[in-house]
Nanobody, 118 residues
Framework: VQLQASGGGLVQAGGSLRLSCAASGRTLSSYVMGWFRQAPGKERELVGAVTWSTGSSYYPDFVKGRFTISRDKAKNTAYLQMNSLKPEDTGIYYC????????????WGQGTLVTVSS
C-alpha cells in the first residue's frame, strides 16, 4: 500500500483544515487507517483511526469532538477533518495503514505540515 497525504497548511487558531490520504496499490477493506502527528521535540501520537470496512472510528480525548475521520471507498481516500484548531495541534501529520492481521502500522505516507498560529 502506498499512501499520499496532503492538505496541510497554515491556519489561525479556531480555524479548520481537512487532510487527505490517498491510498494506492490495493484496496483497504482489510485495513485500519490511522492519522498520526508529530510536533517538534515530541513523540509521534495517534490522533484518530478508522476501520475501513465498517467506518468505526477511534479518537483520543485530546481531539475528540474536534477531529473527524471519514473515508471514500470509491476513491480509496481517507480524510481528517480538523476543526477548532489550537496552536498545540501544530505538527507533521501522517496517515498510516495497518492490516487487520498485523499489530503495527506497516505503511506510512510522507507527512503533511499543519501550522496553527495563535
Amino acid at each position: 500500500v502506498q499512501l499520499q497525504a496532503s492538505g496541510g497548511g497554515l491556519v489561525q487558531a479556531g480555524g479548520s483544515l481537512r487532510l487527505s490520504c490517498a491510498a494506492s496499490g490495493r484496496t483497504l477493506s482489510s485495513y485500519v487507517m490511522g492519522w498520526f502527528r508529530q510536533a517538534p521535540g515530541k513523540e509521534r501520537e495517534l490522533v484518530g483511526a478508522v476501520t475501513w470496512s465498517t467506518g468505526s472510528s477511534y479518537y483520543p480525548d485530546f481531539v475528540k469532538g474536534r477531529f473527524t475521520i471519514s473515508r471514500d471507498k470509491a476513491k480509496n481516500t481517507a480524510y481528517l477533518q480538523m476543526n477548532s484548531l489550537k496552536p498545540e495541534d501544530t505538527g507533521i501529520y501522517y496517515c498510516a495503514s495497518q492490516h487487520r492481521a498485523s499489530s503495527t502500522y506497516d505503511h506510512w505516507g510522507q507527512g503533511t505540515l499543519v501550522t496553527v498560529s495563535s
